[in-house]
């Protein structure tokens, strides 16, 4: 069985795990007197995570959700509103800050250009009509397909929010994937956000683990909400060690999940029923299925039956997604399931 569903299917390696033995552990949750706990490997991942985004300070969660509804939280008060796309990850799956009962926050929805990057000019009429405290991009954005906002694009949209005095915050789940794509630093594409937030659990192939880096005020009092959201750990080193490693090692392998997804999408280019996604920029293939006449669930059923496990991701779309673990000649065996799937239609 060929295994697209996710990139959060990574499994870590043996020479990875063994990182967990030695790390040098403390208790996370007990602070000193710069509100830093007492992993030193917790540390060394927070010290080695702000360096590469290239801000001041950082602070590991358990999970991308944790961290992103972290920050949200940090910037905004109950009633606040705050910039969201349609199919943006915070407002499609997480949603918790948004919700009546838990964050109150108003989400205002920005439109997205063609190429499924932020309409800027649409950002600035809403600017201009309300009160915002808060942008949120997605960088690299999932639903739209793994598409990358370029430094260009980053910048525009930066200098925008700055002339109306609001925060912005960039999920960058996959931001790894963004840079080798762009053939960019990371810390280039967060020049222009004041937080980001990075996975370290999806394509760089640690188990556990998400980053939240900014300036240090803003870290510092995301510490503390952290913590009342009960997201402080203890000996958190042994999710950070192979975080390191995997910040150490790791990156350069999401080419060659990019070059497998281009590769896919490529293939398929002739299909007669599905149309796959055009501008395929990362490790992420949408696949339309509307003209198939099945449901994305019937659709995702057929490929299993033939050894290709994918899933459905908004309607009529069935998300591919490529990681390391998926080879070239994965990549080519979904390629034929795809092709057959088409001509039995
Ligand atoms: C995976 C993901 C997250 C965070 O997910 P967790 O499963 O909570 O770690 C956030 N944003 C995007 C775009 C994602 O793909």
């Known amino acids: 069985m060929i295994d697209l569903r996710s990139d959060t299917l990574t499994m870590p390696t043996e020479e990875m795990l063994k990182t967990i033995l030695t790390a040098d552990l403390g208790d996370d949750g007990r602070l000193d007197e710069n509100e830093r706990g007492e992993d030193a490997t917790v540390n060394a991942l927070e010290d080695l995570s702000a360096s590469i985004t ?29 910039l969201v796309d349609e199919i943006q990850h915070i407002y499609r799956s997480e949603k918790v800050v948004f919700d009546k009962k838990f964050g109150q926050l108003i989400p205002v929805i920005y439109k997205l250009n063609k190429r499924s990057t932020p309409d800027v000019d649409n950002l600035k009429f809403l600017m201009q009509r309300n009160n915002i405290k808060l942008l949120c991009i997605e960088n690299t954005h999932n639903f739209a397909g793994g598409i990358c906002i370029d430094l260009k694009e980053l910048k525009q949209i930066y200098s925008l929010a700055k002339e109306f005095g609001i925060h912005v915050h960039m999920d960058g789940a996959r931001l790894f994937n963004a840079a080798v794509s762009l053939d960019v630093k990371a810390k280039d594409l967060c020049r ?36 009342l959201l009960g997201g402080n750990m203890r000996q958190a080193g042994v999710i950070a060690a192979p975080g390191i490693y995997a910040l150490e090692h790791n990156i350069q392998i999401l080419k060659k999940d990019n070059e497998n997804a281009r590769f896919v999408a490529d293939s398929l280019r002739e299909l007669k029923n599905a149309e796959v996604q055009q501008n395929v920029q990362t490790n992420i293939v949408m696949l339309d299925i509307t003209k198939t006449g099945l449901t994305s669930t019937e659709y995702c059923a057929k490929a299993k ?12 779309q069935v998300r591919m997604v490529f990681y390391n673990g998926v080879s070239h000649k994965d990549a080519a065996y979904a390629v034929k399931v795809i092709k057959d799937i088409d001509a039995s239609l």
């Open 192 to 227: 222009y956000t004041d937080s980001v937030m990075f996975c370290i659990s999806k394509g760089l192939g640690a188990p556990v683990g998400s980053l939240l880096c900014g300036n240090k005020e803003f870290i510092k009092k995301a510490r503390r909400t952290r913590k």
């Open 305 to 316: 039956e033939k050894g290709l496990w994918i899933r459905p991701a908004l309607e009529n």
């Open 54 to 82: 290239g801000k001041e300070a950082a602070v590991l969660f358990s999970s991308g959700t944790l961290a992103n509804t972290t920050a949200v939280l940090t910037y905004c008060n109950p009633g606040d509103r705050v």
